[in-house]
């Protein structure tokens, strides 16, 4: 396994998602991949998560993501999980808004044509009580940025 495809794989969620592209988002995962949403949604299937995509895009201006890969875990061949922290910069707005941070977690699975999501999960990065974990996460996240 290569840790640098699977990164890859996040790298093309992350871009399709910035780039409001809901086919192309939908298109890193497998037929019956799952994801949930920051806010707790479920998306069964490459199908209901491209249309659900395609409904945000259209009635939402939405934000840029920014990720930094924490780990890419082998759990079994052709499986691996990936871990990463995200933050997010609004539409029309120049910094992160660090209420946004998240954890995400990929499970990617190898096929015949290459890898693809089997779950994405993306979990905000709340922090209750640690403050000065929050400012540290958005401070990493400010840096990190391209």
Same mark, same amino acid.
């Given at each position: 396994?290569?840790?640098?495809?699977?990164?890859?794989?996040?790298?093309?969620?992350?871009?399709?998602?910035?780039?409001?592209?809901?086919?192309?988002?939908?298109?890193?995962?497998?037929?019956?991949?799952?994801?949930?949403?920051?806010?707790?949604?479920?998306?069964?299937?490459?199908?209901?998560?491209?249309?659900?995509?395609?409904?945000?895009?259209?009635?939402?201006?939405?934000?840029?993501?920014?990720?930094?890969?924490?780990?890419?875990?082998?759990?079994?061949?052709?499986?691996?999980?990936?871990? !990463?922290?995200?933050?997010?910069? #609004?539409?029309?707005?120049?910094? /992160?808004?660090? %209420? @946004?941070? $998240?954890?995400?977690?990929?499970?990617?699975?190898?096929?015949?044509?290459?890898?693809?999501?089997?779950?994405?999960?993306?979990?905000? !990065?709340?922090?209750?009580?640690? #403050?000065?974990?929050?400012?540290? /996460?958005?401070? %990493? @996240?400010? $840096?990190?940025?391209?």
């Amino acid at each position: 396994m290569s840790d640098g495809e699977v990164e890859q794989l996040y790298r093309t969620i992350l871009d399709a998602w910035n780039a409001r592209d809901a086919d192309r988002y939908a298109a890193a995962f497998m037929d019956d991949g799952h994801a949930v949403g920051f806010d707790g949604s479920q998306l069964d299937g490459r199908d209901a998560i491209a249309s659900s995509l395609r409904s945000i895009f259209a009635h939402h201006q939405t934000g840029k993501y920014v990720g930094i890969v924490r780990q890419v875990q082998p759990l079994a061949s052709g499986v691996a999980m990936l871990r !990463a922290v995200a933050g997010m910069i #609004p539409h029309g707005e120049q910094d /992160l808004k660090p %209420e @946004l941070n $998240a954890i995400q977690t990929l499970v990617a699975v190898k096929g015949d044509d290459g890898w693809r999501a089997a779950m994405f999960q993306n979990t905000p !990065a709340a922090f209750h009580g640690r #403050p000065e974990d929050a400012k540290k /996460l958005s401070d %990493e @996240l400010r $840096a990190n940025r391209s």
